[in-house]
């Protein structure tokens, strides 16, 4: 079965710090993708990253990393350099065949 | 665990007809729902927000009358999209939060609308 998993229910970091958020995935599908989410409490998704299960290298986007292991099968985002305006509820996600599995989330709280 | 079920998984229709996409909480009760559509390039934008016994709020540049969000009860919320379109053609992913308040947010696994 398909599965996401997010370990970390909370974390406080120092600003301008590098900030690793966890997610690990269980499927058997061949192709599948990963996503990592943004949420501020308006509730909107922001997308900050995608990750296709073929992609040989990791992805960036900014200040965005998602270390992808698929042997292990992980997907850690990685935030360098943390600004007070990533507070936030991070949403890992792996899409496959017309279906989408979220995490349950990790909230992040930047500290001053 | 929280899940939430949608419901149809999948669903083609042709252009101009009504599509009804069922959002349940299988095992809570959830006193606000969202709905979101998956886009192409990821993007994953909030259409609305439902409160359980009231109007939905929908995010500006949603057409009201174009989806439909009904959400009649504490475990059950509808999107119906009328008189679809082609360009309506999308992820649409439903999530719930609980009445506990504490703020989790549990997501559906999603709906494909094919709009011939």
């Given at each position: 079965?398909?599965?996401?998993?997010?370990?970390?229910?909370?974390?406080?970091?120092?600003?301008?710090?590098?900030?690793?958020?966890?997610?690990?995935?269980?499927?058997?599908?061949?192709?599948?993708?990963?996503f990592w989410y943004k949420q501020p409490?308006?509730?909107e998704m922001i997308f900050l990253i995608y990750?296709?299960?073929?992609?040989?290298?990791?992805?960036?986007?900014?200040?965005?990393?998602?270390?992808?292991?698929?042997?292990?099968?992980?997907?850690?985002l990685?935030?360098?350099?943390?600004?007070?305006?990533?507070?936030a509820m991070y949403f890992c996600a792996?899409?496959?065949?017309?279906?989408i599995?979220f995490g349950?989330g990790?909230?992040?709280?930047?500290?001053? | 665990?929280?899940?939430?079920?949608?419901?149809?998984?999948?669903?083609?229709?042709?252009?101009?007809?009504?599509?009804?996409?069922?959002?349940?909480?299988?095992?809570?009760?959830?006193?606000?729902?969202?709905?979101y559509?998956q886009?192409?390039?990821k993007s994953l934008?909030l259409?609305?927000?439902?409160?359980?016994?009231?109007?939905?709020?929908?995010?500006?540049?949603?057409?009201?009358?174009?989806?439909?969000?009904?959400?009649?009860?504490?475990?059950?919320?509808?999107?119906?999209?009328?008189?679809?379109?082609?360009?309506?053609?999308?992820?649409?992913i439903?999530?719930?939060?609980?009445?506990?308040?504490?703020?989790?947010?549990?997501f559906?696994?999603?709906?494909?609308?094919?709009?011939?």
């Open positions: 079965a398909q599965k996401i998993t997010q370990t970390q229910p909370g974390m406080f970091v120092q600003e301008k710090e590098a900030v690793t958020l966890d997610c690990t995935y269980d499927t058997s599908d061949q192709s599948y993708g990963l409490s308006s509730g990750q296709g299960s073929y992609d040989e290298q990791n992805a960036t986007e900014g200040r965005y990393s998602l270390n992808f292991q698929k042997a292990r099968k992980s997907a850690n990685v935030i360098s350099a943390s600004q007070l305006g990533d507070s792996m899409r496959g065949d017309d279906k599995i349950k990790t909230r992040l709280h930047i500290l001053p | 665990g929280a899940v939430v079920s949608q419901h149809p998984s999948r669903v083609i229709c042709k252009s101009g007809t009504s599509v009804k996409i069922e959002c349940r909480s299988l095992d809570f009760q959830a006193t606000t729902m969202f709905w559509r886009f192409p390039k934008m259409m609305a927000t439902s409160n359980e016994g009231s109007k939905a709020t929908y995010e500006q540049g949603v057409e009201k009358d174009k989806f439909l969000i009904n959400h009649a009860s504490l475990t059950l919320s509808t999107l119906t999209v009328t008189s679809a379109h082609p360009e309506d053609s999308s992820f649409y439903c999530s719930a939060r609980m009445r506990d308040g504490k703020n989790e947010q549990f559906g696994p999603g709906t494909r609308l094919t709009v011939l």
